[in-house]
């Protein structure tokens, strides 16, 4: 009797494949991060839906979903797992809100959602952050290998990440309380860290270099010294580290 009076009889045959069209029309303005992860998702379920997209939606059932996410769970981070869970959640809201189904298959899934695991990073030793930036700065040729082994010098120092060290500017340090302001990347929140006994020497040096300047101007000119990272790790036979390999 629900289905009599909620499903809308012109799209009652729709198919998974017409439904994922629909998803994709909704989702153009979000990140490409996020649509190349759809994509992704998507050619997924082309190759291993079990009883295929071109089934119509009306026909999935919860035990469906759970096959599907079964089939690449032990190959998938429990984020990853989130992201696929969560796509099938958004995939079949869609179906309920126009009028397709009655009810959404995926509130019957067993496993809706997965706690992320702690990101495990390598973190240098005391010698090998050494060996790491001086490795960079007698790069002789390259333009930007002091401006690069200073940024990493302070991402290890400050035990910041790239994006917040790339926005401080001269402004945010505030010498009197010793300590420095940091927007942080994703939200915009301020959060101040110490001018660590290692750190002060440092920002004194850099800062005797560039004289009087504006409180507007940024510590360094660049924002990311990824490559300059990547190339020192593997001229020094070291693990690949990243910018976020640091205590804080």
Same mark, same amino acid.
């Given at each position: 009797m629900r289905n009599l009076t909620v499903v809308n009889r012109d799209l009652?045959?729709?198919?998974?494949?017409?439904? *994922?069209?629909?998803? !994709?029309?909704? $989702?153009?303005?979000?990140?490409?991060? #996020?649509?190349?992860?759809?994509? $992704?998702?998507?050619?997924?379920? +082309?190759?291993?839906?079990?009883?295929? *997209?071109?089934?119509?939606?009306?026909?999935i059932r919860s035990s469906h979903l759970d096959e599907w996410l079964a089939l690449h769970e032990h190959r998938l981070k429990n984020t990853s797992y989130n992201r696929y869970a969560g796509f099938l959640k958004q995939l079949f809201d869609i179906a309920v809100r126009d009028r397709i189904i009655v009810d959404s298959p995926f509130t019957q899934v067993r496993t809706k959602w997965?706690?992320?695991?702690?990101?495990?990073?390598?973190?240098? #030793?005391?010698?090998?952050?050494?060996? *790491?930036?001086?490795?960079?700065?007698?790069?002789?040729?390259?333009?930007?290998?002091? +401006?690069?082994?200073?940024?990493?010098?302070?991402?290890? !120092?400050?035990?910041?990440?790239?994006?917040?060290?790339?926005?401080?500017?001269?402004?945010? *340090?505030?010498?009197?309380? +010793?300590?420095?302001s940091v927007r942080r990347h994703k939200t915009g929140a301020r959060f101040y860290i110490p001018i660590y006994p290692d750190l002060q020497p440092f920002l004194k040096a850099?800062?005797?270099?560039?004289? #009087?300047?504006?409180? #507007?101007?940024? !510590?360094?000119?660049?924002?990311?010294?990824?490559?300059? !990272?990547?190339?020192?790790?593997?001229r020094l036979e070291f693990p690949n580290f990243s910018q976020r390999s640091h205590k804080t």
């Open positions: 009652e045959r729709t198919t998974l494949r017409e439904l *994922i069209q629909k998803l !994709l029309a909704v $989702s153009q303005g979000k990140s490409a991060k #996020t649509r190349a992860t759809n994509q $992704s998702i998507i050619r997924q379920l +082309e190759r291993s839906f079990p009883c295929g *997209i071109a089934t119509e939606v009306r026909q997965k706690k992320p695991q702690d990101p495990v990073r390598l973190v240098p #030793t005391e010698k090998q952050f050494r060996a *790491i930036v001086d490795c960079i700065r007698e790069q002789r040729f390259t333009d930007h290998a002091k +401006e690069s082994a200073d940024f990493i010098e302070f991402l290890g !120092l400050a035990g910041v990440g790239q994006a917040e060290a790339g926005s401080v500017t001269w402004g945010d *340090i505030d010498w009197k309380r +010793e300590r420095i850099r800062l005797k270099e560039v004289g #009087t300047v504006s409180g #507007t101007v940024r !510590l360094f000119a660049i924002k990311d010294a990824r490559k300059a !990272l990547q190339s020192a790790c593997q």
